[in-house]
C-alpha cells in the first residue's frame, strides 16, 4: 500500500468444479523504505514505464549517460617544461619528457594507464572524479597512445595521443641576402646595398619556425617549408646602417635551436654629396 504496509493475497480462477472460490487478505505490517542509489533509482523508473516507450525514453538516456560518465577519460597532458608550458591536447606535441596525464573517472577507482599492450602505471581516481598521473619512465621520443583501463569494471578511455620531441633543431643556415630592388643581386658578406628590403634565404629543420635577427633584436620570422628552405623579405624598410643577421629555428614543440652565423652587410640609400670644386 502507499502507507508502506504490505499484503497478502490469495487469488483462484473461476472454476466451477472448485466449489466456492473465496479471497483472504493478511496485513504483513510495515517495513522501512531504504533511499535507492541513483542508477537503481533509474533503473526502476525504467522497469515501471517500459510499457509506454516514448516515456521510458528520458529515464533510458539517463541511465545511459550515468554508465557512460563513470569510463575514465584522458582529458590532457600538462607540460611542464622549456617556453611552451600548460596543457597539452591529444595529438600535439610536448618537449616535456616526464608529461603528466590528467582525467576524470569514477570516484575511488583504481585506473591503469596502458600504452600498447604495456601497463606503465596505476593512478587512484580521487573523490572529485579527477586524477593525476605522473609516468615512472620518461616518455621516449616518438608518437605515444596511452589509454586508461577502470581496473575493476574494465572499462577504457578513449586513446590519448602524445608526442614526444625534447631534441633542438639543427642549427639554422643563411644561404643569401640579395638586393632585389632591381633585379636580383647578391649581397656579399661585410658588403654594402642600396636596397633596404633585402631579400633573405636559409634553410632549417622543416617545418619550423625561423626568427630573424639584427643583433639581438627579433626583426621577423619565416616558416620553413617541407625541405627546410625558407625565406625572409621585411614589410618595412631598414634603415641605413650596419646590420649583423642571424636566423634561429624552433620546432612545434618549443625546443629552439642555435642561431646561425652572423651575416654582416651594410645599408646605405644615400648618395654621395654633389663634389663642388673649391678652386
Given at each position: ?6 499484503i497478502r493475497?490469495?487469488s ?11 479471497f ?23 522497469s ?10 528520458p529515464?533510458?538516456m ?28 591529444s ?9 603528466v ?27 572529485n572524479?579527477?586524477?593525476s ?18 581496473k ?10 602524445l ?9 639554422a ?29 636559409g ?28 625565406e ?42 654633389v663634389p663642388?670644386?673649391?678652386?
Amino acid at each position: 500500500t502507499q502507507d508502506g504496509e504490505f499484503i497478502r493475497s490469495l487469488s483462484a480462477q473461476d472454476n466451477p468444479q472448485q466449489g466456492q472460490i473465496t479471497f483472504s487478505a493478511q496485513p504483513l505490517g510495515h517495513i522501512e523504505q531504504q533511499p535507492l542509489s541513483q542508477a537503481l533509482s533509474l533503473l526502476h523508473e525504467v522497469s515501471l514505464s517500459e510499457a509506454n516507450d516514448a516515456a521510458s525514453q528520458p529515464a533510458m538516456m539517463a541511465m545511459a549517460f550515468l554508465m557512460q560518465d563513470e569510463a575514465p577519460k584522458i582529458t590532457h597532458a600538462l607540460d611542464q617544461v622549456g617556453a611552451r608550458q600548460g596543457s597539452v591536447k591529444s595529438g600535439n606535441v610536448t618537449e616535456d619528457q616526464w608529461a603528466v596525464l590528467e582525467g576524470s573517472g569514477k570516484p575511488g577507482a583504481t585506473l591503469e594507464i596502458i600504452e600498447g599492450t604495456q601497463v606503465i602505471g596505476e593512478v587512484l581516481v580521487g573523490a572529485n572524479g579527477l586524477w593525476s598521473f605522473t609516468p615512472e619512465e620518461k616518455y621516449s621520443e616518438s608518437g605515444h597512445v596511452l589509454v586508461a583501463r577502470d581496473k575493476a569494471s574494465g572499462q577504457s578511455s578513449d586513446g590519448f595521443t602524445l608526442i614526444v620531441d625534447s631534441v633542438a633543431p639543427s642549427r639554422a643556415v643563411i644561404d643569401s641576402i640579395s638586393s632585389d630592388n632591381n633585379g636580383t643581386t647578391l649581397i656579399e658578406k661585410n658588403g654594402y646595398t642600396n636596397d633596404n628590403t633585402p631579400l633573405i634565404k636559409g634553410h632549417a629543420e622543416a617545418l619550423s619556425v625561423v626568427g630573424i635577427y639584427n643583433g639581438k633584436t627579433m626583426i621577423g620570422t619565416a616558416l620553413a617549408d617541407a625541405t627546410g628552405a625558407w625565406e625572409f623579405s621585411s614589410a618595412f624598410t631598414f634603415p641605413d646602417g650596419a646590420y649583423t643577421i642571424t636566423a634561429k629555428a624552433v620546432d612545434f614543440a618549443g625546443n629552439t635551436g642555435l642561431g646561425s652565423l652572423p651575416y654582416t652587410m651594410t645599408i646605405d640609400t644615400l648618395p654621395p654629396a654633389v663634389p663642388a670644386i673649391l678652386q
